[in-house]
């Protein structure tokens, strides 16, 4: 990475503290990811945007506000990143990921809480996030208890607005979701300066079905036996795509597939386990369970997850001649997601079973971050349903640290041997 620290002390952070955070990340990414062999040549573009994620993406972000751009930061995928389009600003799904913010973010929030939580808690309060730094404002939504409670001390820090996203999924909660969309409108409008028109709205939608389309055809790749990519590559396109320049990352992804579309025709089977990690999201730079399963040589082929599945299945229609009715559209498409927050949830199961088959699964491993109740609690109608189908399913709940990880993989190698 270049010498960016000029801007970073611009952005106001704590660049001693940043420093640290930035000796570690080479190290593990090294360790994890460099170590791979036979990787796709296409892997070189994701391999530069993570060395890059702290440098050159916040360079452009920079330029971008330069221009009078604004920029926002999201944590939850039920945040339509077509309004952000729509009204010429920057959206960045902030990552929350790693355990080096967990002890800040601890200073203003319970310890017993989830680590995603604490993770952007402390991300702000220490200033070491650059996304973070650069953002105008953070767009919030009523997801779990957790989020929606530390949403009202990050105000202390920062303009936030919170979208209430509705736990059931009646005709009057998509009507509900319509609203909150045109309150999301109006103040994303307020924000930039800019009106949100049919064209603008239309034309958003359709950027963001094209990445879509990309994500889904690198999912439809590794459907393949065996994958011809690694589930530690595939999740870092995930990641990245929360992060990156949209047409930039659509663009790499389809070089990634095309050059994936040439390795399935001359790939042997390997005898690996296929493996469906189920669960909460793995931000950057969370690693840990596709770091230890690949490592006991099984390969992870598809995550129902957040930073999965859940983020590109779906289309919104572009059909409709009014913002209400590309409103309605949108709606009816995020209204798809199978969340945990939601009462009941049956959809998500529908959802990992049909995985299990298109992916020709051999079983299943419920990722849970610790505190999570939603899905905590959600897994024994999973673990039911999928028993009764004979599908094998292991539950790993963790945190961050790397504490727990010899304990995990002990646990996998017994699964991995078991089915
Ligand atoms: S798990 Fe639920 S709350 Fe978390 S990012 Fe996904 S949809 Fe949002
Ligand atoms: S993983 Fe669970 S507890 Fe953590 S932010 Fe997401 S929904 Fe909330």
């Known amino acids: 990475m270049g010498d960016y620290r000029e801007m970073w002390s611009k952005l106001q952070m704590d660049l001693e503290k940043h420093d640290i955070l930035c000796e570690a990340l080479p190290q593990a990414f090294g360790d994890i990811y460099l170590t791979q062999e036979n990787r796709p040549e296409a892997m070189n573009y994701f391999n530069y945007a993570l060395a890059e994620v702290h440098g050159a993406r916040i360079q452009e972000l920079q330029e971008e506000k330069e221009k009078g751009k604004k920029v926002v930061g999201t944590f939850c995928v039920f945040v339509p990143d077509e309004v952000i389009l729509a009204t010429g600003a920057v959206g ?3 990552c929350s990921g790693s355990q080096f913010w967990i002890e800040d973010g601890e200073k203003v929030l319970p310890r017993n809480l989830c680590p995603l939580v604490k993770a952007f808690m402390g991300a702000k309060v220490s200033r070491t996030c650059p996304y973070f730094q650069s953002c105008d404002m953070i767009i919030g939504e009523t997801t779990c208890d957790g989020k929606k409670k530390a949403y009202e001390i990050l105000e202390d820090y920062m303009p936030v607005h919170v979208m209430e996203l509705p736990q059931m999924k009646r005709k009057k909660n998509y009507e509900e979701w319509q609203d909150e ?3 999301f409108i109006k103040k994303m409008e307020e924000l930039t300066g800019n009106e949100v028109t049919v064209e603008k709205l239309r034309k958003s939608i359709d950027l963001c079905n094209r ?8 999912y439809d790749l590794r ?14 396109v995930s990641q990245v795509a929360f992060l990156d320049d949209i047409e930039r990352f659509i663009e790499k992804t389809n070089e990634l597939c095309d050059e994936l579309e040439e390795r399935v025709k001359n790939l042997k089977a390997n005898g690996k386990k296929r493996i469906v990690v189920t669960g909460t999201p793995m931000a950057v730079p969370n690693w840990k ?7 006991l040589d099984a390969e992870i082929v598809v ?3 957040c930073t999965g599945t859940r983020y590109f ?6 059909e409709g001649e009014t913002i209400e009715d590309l409103v309605k559209n949108l709606a009816d498409r995020y209204m798809k997601i199978n969340c ?6 049956d959809g998500r199961i529908d959802d990992v079973i049909r995985l299990v088959e298109e992916y020709k699964a051999d079983g299943v491993i419920n990722y849970n971050l610790s505190f999570c109740h939603t899905y905590a609690i959600e897994y024994e109608k999973l673990e039911k349903a999928l028993k009764e189908k004979n599908i094998p399913v292991l539950n790993v709940e963790t945190d961050y640290s790397e504490e727990d990880a010899g304990q995990i993989k002990t646990r996998v190698e017994a699964f991995l041997e078991m089915i």
């Open 92 to 94: 960045v799904g902030l």
């Open 181 to 183: 969309i045109k309150l």
């Open 211 to 218: 990445k879509r389309r990309a994500l889904k055809r690198l």
């Open 223 to 236: 459907k393949h036996t065996p994958s011809p990519i690694s589930g530690l590559d595939a999740l870092l």
């Open 289 to 295: 369970l596709h770091s230890i399963v690949e490592g």
């Open 303 to 305: 995550e129902e997850t």
């Open 313 to 318: 299945e779906n289309k919104v229609s572009t």
């Open 340 to 345: 945990a927050c939601f009462t009941p949830n």
